[in-house]
Nanobody, 117 residues
């Protein structure tokens, strides 16, 4: 496993949650050179980009989560996190961690986030 995701769970609408991802093996030594991102896939829908953070710390967010979600990375811990607030039922999905560097791309196993109304 190159990326291990954890966190997630069940939360009421308006609540907050954090998902995190830790890199291992081949990614570890060059983690700070990877673009790290979070994607999500809701039932019956395509996987979509939620947020991405570059090695320099620049971030980009999907319009639907701007102002509510914050992505961050800790290169010393080989970790990336997504802090989600003001959660809505439409945020319900499996959230996947992603690492990309050139032609190399890795996915985490996904973690379920369920927002109840």
């Amino acid at each position: 496993v190159q990326l291990q995701a954890f966190g997630g769970g069940l939360v009421q609408a308006g609540g907050s949650l954090r998902v995190s991802c830790v890199a291992s093996r081949a990614i570890t030594s060059v983690f700070n050179q990877y673009d790290m991102g979070w994607y999500r896939q809701a039932p019956g829908k395509q996987r979509e980009l939620v947020a991405i953070i570059t090695p320099s710390g620049s971030t980009n967010y999907a319009d639907s989560v701007k102002g509510r979600f914050t992505i961050s990375r800790d290169n010393s811990k080989k970790a990336v996190s997504l802090r989600m607030s003001s959660l809505e039922p439409d945020d319900t999905a499996v959230y996947y961690c992603n690492a990309k560097r050139g032609v190399n791309m890795y996915w985490g196993q996904g973690t379920q986030v369920t927002v109840s109304s």
